[in-house]
């Protein structure tokens, strides 16, 4: 089980249904590449500017699998640390004995303007981010990139760099979608898009 990321840019809502695992344009029939947004209602304010089940051509398509769910946590919880120390914002209490990046970890929930926030809140699930929350996001990751370099990891260096490249796919018009998947796919064959 595991983490797949697909970003694309330039969504224009079309009139489409499925049949089988393709999309076909109402209208003319075609077979069209499209991507359908799967939001949770209770992380729709970060996806404002798309709708649920509904089709969407693009313009360009990256994607990349982000690891399993424990990794992906890890890697979370890397990201908690990269905005600590930067120290734009003041984090958490002042108690010394509590652990900063835990505290900013279970924090962003409640602050979406914190680094990484909307990520750390919704990776753990299947959700989309829209255009808006992807620009916020795509600006997080420049700002931090230099101390991501510095990372010790080279596993996290790369993730860093995969997820940088889909948000900036995303914040042209498009979006990310995120789902945990469960490979049970056919040796060879690529698993759709997740709808």
């Not at 109402?26 to 089709?55: N, Q, R």
């Not at 992906?72 to 990201?79: G, S």
């Not at 829209?130 to 931090?144: I, M, P």
């Not at 370099?149 to 860093?160: A, I």
């Amino acid at each position: 089980m595991g983490l797949t990321v697909h970003a694309f840019s330039n969504l224009r809502r079309v009139d489409a249904f499925a049949y089988g695992d393709k999309a076909i344009e109402m209208g003319t029939g075609k077979s069209i590449d499209a991507f359908v947004p799967a939001i949770d209602p209770d992380f729709a304010h970060y996806a404002l500017d798309l709708e649920h089940d509904k089709f969407y051509k693009f313009e360009k398509h990256y994607h990349f699998e982000a690891g399993s769910y424990c990794y992906n946590n890890d890697f979370l919880r890397e990201l908690a640390k990269l905005a600590i120390a930067k120290k734009e914002f003041e984090y958490g209490s002042n108690d010394e004995k509590s652990d900063a990046s835990s505290q900013y970890f279970e924090s962003c929930h409640i602050r979406p303007l914190w680094p990484f926030s909307q990520l750390i809140e919704l990776a753990a699930c299947s959700g989309t981010l829209g255009v808006s929350t992807a620009k916020k996001l795509a600006r997080d990751f420049e700002t931090h990139a230099k101390l991501a370099q510095e990372h010790p990891n080279e596993t996290f260096r790369r993730d860093y760099s995969n997820w940088q490249t889909a948000l900036e796919v995303a914040s042209d018009r498009g979006g990310i979608a995120f789902r945990l998947i469960i490979a049970k796919q056919v040796p060879g064959k690529r698993t759709p898009f997740p709808r």
